[in-house]
């Protein structure tokens, strides 16, 4: 996988060093020039590091933004995490974002926009090499032996569909074998199960119950609303 970091402060460095370690590409974004000439000599494996501000397009450009399968923000500011997660997601298209959420309280406000909020880094790059392993599924728990799986999604921007209404979950065409089992919204407990009138907005977190085969044709097409 090709990953982008913006900030290569020591979460983000040590997140690259162990996403290279796994075999996968990273580009670190980082503004600092003395930092990053220091991790421009000490990292090794498929990498690049752009000196500049991660939450501008230019320098997005430069990290080859177009071709990522994963862009991920680890400043220690919640607002050029928020910022640059936006610009990559709006205006590059990358299949996922990822953020590091330094105040719990900004956790609401990074789900509000669809934007996947972590505070612990090493769940980031936990979750982003059980991307690479399973073809882009987080696999929360599998049962019956393997056949089923259950999979959390944060419900992106959405594209096809008015974002202050939302979409019924029952009209979000799932392939045969694959459901929406329970949503979240604001609130980190506030977990029901689907019903008859449940709506999904941006932000909110979904969890699907599918066949392991049919489970990454499911989070594509919640990804795409």
Not at 114 to 131: N, P, Q, W
């Amino acid at each position: 996988m090709y990953i982008v970091i913006n900030g290569g402060g020591k979460v983000g460095s040590y997140l690259a060093g162990r996403l290279l370690r796994s075999g996968n590409e990273v580009a670190l974004i980082e503004r600092d020039q003395k930092t990053a000439d220091a991790l421009a000599s000490t990292l090794s494996g498929r990498y690049l590091v752009v000196c500049g501000d991660g939450c501008m397009s230019r320098y997005q450009e430069d990290a080859n933004i177009r071709n990522a399968d994963v862009f991920v923000a680890t400043t220690g500011q919640d607002e050029s995490n928020l910022m640059s997660c936006e610009i990559a997601s709006r205006t590059f298209n990358v299949p996922r974002v990822i953020a590091r959420v330094n105040s719990p309280k900004n956790l609401r406000i990074f789900r509000e926009v669809g934007i996947e909020a972590v505070s612990s880094t090493t769940l980031i790059a936990t979750i982003i090499e059980e991307d690479a392993m399973l073809g882009g599924i987080s696999v929360l728990s599998t049962l019956s032996r393997g056949s089923v799986a259950l999979n959390e999604v944060v419900v992106p921007h959405m594209r096809n569909y008015s974002e202050e209404e939302g979409v019924l979950a029952l009209d979000v065409d799932l392939p045969d074998g694959a459901l929406l089992v329970a949503v979240s919204g604001d609130e980190e407990d506030d977990m029901e199960v689907v019903g008859s009138d449940t709506r999904l907005y941006p932000g909110d977190v979904v969890v699907v119950a599918a066949d392991t085969d049919l489970m990454a044709d499911a989070v594509s097409i919640i990804r795409g609303l």
